[in-house]
């Protein structure tokens, strides 16, 4: 049986690990990170495109255990009057709704799911180089360990040492124009009016802030800051007390809940470049392949790049189940796979990325105009489309190679 290893077990990995082994492939899971995964207490929204593929990978009971759901979008303006209120993705649809929750709590119902499955999960894991022969990948790992497979998958995130292997010369992931701050308070004013579930988007004059009420009356927020990243002395030497206040400065001109709710958040605050990967780099070699952001990581202005791995996961285990999973179909049949599954995924994936870009820029140089319908930013992801519909189904096949996704 071929033997597929993933690196990474973040969303991505932790999800191509269920794929696969779904369909009928001996899968084995390394993770860098001792214990958990690698993230720094942020939530995000997974939309409904993501909940569909999760769905799909048998994976979506678990996930809606955890946070809450989102079915309505509202948009505010910097004195605080409703531009609009839109409905989010299939949100009367509960199993496939908007979900808003924490990115570890997610990456660890992935990987519980994982374990339960029998899938080796290998911790404190970290690649630090590949060889593809003939006859296989050889893996090495920082403890100064080494494995062997059929086929890599590199699920190893932003700053993917697969990617590094692949592509030596390629891209580095760069600064994409944003300071994103998030946290959460249970001390926040209660949200006044309109349906509950909704999400709401401000556009304020001097930052992008949107903030949730979990049913239990925790407030997730964040806000995008448009100018210099913050630097590697700041990001150490700044506290919850100092972001706060540089951040209420910014929010505190304008008439909207922003200003209160940061200001009722004590120390779970937190701040992070947001960084992306430039478009129409290295995906693959022959035995050897990225996934999630590792390919083609996007600035978070869309709020799509979990979902986007989660895509990803589902189309490539499609893609080499087709290769067939048993008896160790002939390399040309592997890479044949690879190269189906990155013609169908990298013209959405990286439209996302220009897109996330093109918006974190209209945010950056203030152009946009007030008092506009929603930006694609604040209604993401328009659609589950048919075609997205019939990629993502596990049960129908993949369309002929050589015709678009
Ligand atoms: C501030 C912020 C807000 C965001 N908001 C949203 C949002 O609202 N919605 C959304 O969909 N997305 C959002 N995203 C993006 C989302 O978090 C990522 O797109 C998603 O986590 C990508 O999943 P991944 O599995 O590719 O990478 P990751 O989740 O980063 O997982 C990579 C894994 O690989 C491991 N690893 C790294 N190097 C190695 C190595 N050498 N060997 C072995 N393992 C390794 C890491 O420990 C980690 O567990 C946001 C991102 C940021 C920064």
Redesign the pocket.
């Known amino acids: 049986m071929t033997r597929i290893m993933v690196?990474?077990?973040?969303?991505?990995?932790a999800a191509v690990a269920l794929g696969l082994h779904k369909a009928g492939f001996e899968v084995t899971v390394?993770?860098?990170?001792p214990d958990g995964?690698?993230?720094a207490g942020?939530?995000?929204?997974?939309?409904s495109n993501?909940m569909r593929a999760l769905a799909q990978l048998d994976a979506a009971a678990p996930v809606n255990g955890l946070g809450f759901p989102l079915r309505t979008m509202s948009v505010l303006d910097e004195d605080g009057r409703q531009l609009a209120t839109v409905p989010l993705g299939e949100h009367d649809h509960a199993p496939t709704r908007y979900r808003c929750l924490r990115?570890a709590e997610l990456?660890e119902a992935l990987r519980a799911e994982v374990r339960r499955r029998r899938i080796p999960l290998r911790h404190a894991?970290?690649?630090?180089g590949l060889t593809e022969s003939s006859g296989g990948v050889t893996v090495r790992f920082a403890d100064g360990g080494t494995a062997h497979a059929d086929l890599v998958v590199g699920?190893?995130?932003?700053?993917?040492?697969?990617r590094s292997q692949l592509d030596p010369d390629g891209d580095r992931p760069q600064y994409a124009g944003q300071r994103?701050f998030?946290g959460y308070t249970a001390d926040a004013p209660a949200p006044s009016g309109g349906p509950e579930d909704r999400i709401t988007m401000i556009r304020g004059s001097g930052a992008a802030f949107g903030y949730a009420h979990s049913p239990d009356g925790e407030a997730y927020w964040?806000a995008r800051v448009p100018g210099p990243p913050a630097s590697a002395e700041e990001l150490a030497g700044t506290g919850p007390d100092g972001w706060r206040e540089q951040l209420l400065a910014l929010l505190r001109p304008d008439r909207t809940p922003a200003a209160d709710i940061v200001a009722a958040t004590t120390d779970r605050l937190m701040v992070?470049n947001?960084r992306h990967l430039p478009p129409g780099g290295r995906w693959r070699g022959r035995r050897t392949v990225l996934?999630?952001?590792?390919a083609h990581?996007?600035s978070?202005a869309t709020?799509?790049?979990?979902?986007?791995?989660l895509e990803d996961a589902v189309v490539l285990a499609k893609a080499l189940r087709e290769a067939g999973p048993d008896g160790g179909p002939s390399a040309a049949a592997h890479e044949a796979a690879l190269a189906r599954y990155e013609a169908l995924r990298r013209p959405r994936a990286e439209q996302n990325t220009v897109t996330s870009a093109r918006l974190t820029a209209s945010r950056t140089d203030r152009r946009s105009p007030a008092g506009a319908p929603p930006r694609d930013s604040e209604r993401p992801a328009p659609g589950v489309d048919e075609e997205l519909l019939r990629l993502l189904d596990w049960d129908t096949p993949l369309p002929p190679a050589g015709l678009p996704a």
Request: no cysteine.
């Open positions: 690196v990474g077990g973040g969303i991505g990995g390394h993770e860098a990170h995964g690698d993230d942020a939530f995000l929204t997974l939309a993501g990115r990456g894991a970290r690649l630090t699920a190893d995130g932003l700053h993917s040492a697969v994103v998030y964040f992070t947001a996934l999630g952001d590792a990581a996007a978070p709020g799509q790049g979990a979902s986007m791995a």
